[in-house]
């Protein structure tokens, strides 16, 4: 079975620059998972989504970040306008909710340069 | 709220010896517990998992046990091999369905 599919793996574009990632979770999950990693903040939660629909938004750091989930097989997160602070690497992943168990599976991961 | 604090690293090893990580965690309710490995350039992975208390995760060779009156999970594996070099992240996971992770252990396995 295909695991959660991210795209493009590395982008490398300049201050000012829009960039959009985008997700493809596994199939039958209903819950999914925007991550940024780096060395100086480690692991944080940008947004979730349940069904499709944002349930808690609290980690995107500022208004240039947005995330949608137009259906249950694809998602995207959008920097607009983005800057040099906003290189990470940006993980995606997905759930399957089912008796309390929240096991999430990740992506490999986009590798954000912003110059 | 919840949270997780484990080991900060890195931690150094040679091939064969036994490895330790400990982690705590505050939470209210009964939280499952986790814990996530990520290789050089990859995703993290589900490595091992605990639902309950007492109940012990176990996966290629590493074994955790989810204490309740120790709030621990420390992960553990009696023999290290090179290609275990990774992170290493203590996850907790509550009934909102988000997961909340440590800092990460950096673990480097020498031959």
Redesign the interface.
Known sequence: DAG?IQSPRHEVTEMGQEVTLRCKPISGHN?L?WYRQTMMR??E?LI?F?NNVP??DSGMPEDRFSAKMPNASFSTLKIQPSEPRDSAVY?C?S?K?AG??????????TRLTVL | GNSVTQMEGPVTLSEEAFLTINCTYTATGYPSLFWYVQYPGEGLQLLLKATKADDKGSNKGFEATYRKETTSFHLEKGSVQVSDSAVYFCALGSNDYKLSFGAGTTVTVRA
């Open positions: 959660v819950s998972f480690g692991l939660l979730y349940n349930i808690d993980f992943a759930s909710l309390g168990q929240n096991e999430q599976f990740f992506g490999p991961g």
